[in-house]
C-alpha cells in the first residue's frame, strides 16, 4: 500500500513563503516523477512543477522564477519550496508520485489528500 503525506500548508501574506513537503511510504520498487499539482476551487487541477528521477525539472509559467522543486531519495520526499505567493497561487496542492510498486507491476501514479495553501492580499 502506497501512502503519500503531505505537510506545510497554510495561511500566508501576499509577498510570503511556504514549504510543502510530501513523504511516500509503503511498497516501492522503483520511484520516477515526482511533482506538485494545484486545484483551486471551480477550476480543473494543473501541473505546478515535477522532477523525474533524473532531477529533471519542469514548471508552470505562472510559478517559474517563484517555486523550486527538490526530492530527497534517500528518504523518498518531495519539496516545493514556494516564494513571492501570490492571492492566485490559493488552492490545495497534490503531491503526486509516479512510481511502481513491485518487480510485477506496471507504474502508476498516486496522489496525496492534498495541502491547502491561502495566500492573502
Known amino acids: 500500500q502506497v501512502q503519500l503525506v503531505e505537510s506545510g500548508g497554510g495561511l500566508v501574506q501576499a509577498g510570503g513563503s511556504l514549504r510543502l513537503s510530501c513523504a511516500v511510504s509503503?511498497?516501492?520498487?522503483?520511484?520516477?516523477?515526482m511533482g506538485w499539482y494545484r486545484q483551486a476551487p471551480g477550476k480543473q487541477r494543473e501541473l505546478v512543477a515535477t522532477?523525474?528521477?533524473?532531477?529533471?525539472?519542469n514548471y508552470a509559467d505562472s510559478v517559474k522564477g517563484r517555486f523550486t522543486i527538490s526530492r530527497d531519495n534517500a528518504k523518498i520526499t518531495v519539496f516545493l519550496q514556494m516564494n513571492s505567493l501570490k492571492p492566485e497561487d490559493t488552492a490545495a496542492y497534490y503531491c503526486?508520485?509516479?512510481?511502481?510498486?513491485?518487480?510485477?507491476?506496471?507504474?502508476?501514479?498516486?496522489w496525496g489528500q492534498g495541502t491547502q495553501v491561502t495566500v492573502s492580499s
Open positions: 503526486n508520485a509516479n512510481l511502481i510498486a513491485t518487480w510485477k507491476s506496471a507504474s502508476k501514479d498516486y
Open positions: 509503503g511498497s516501492i520498487f522503483s520511484l520516477n516523477t
Open positions: 522532477m523525474t528521477s533524473g532531477g529533471s525539472t
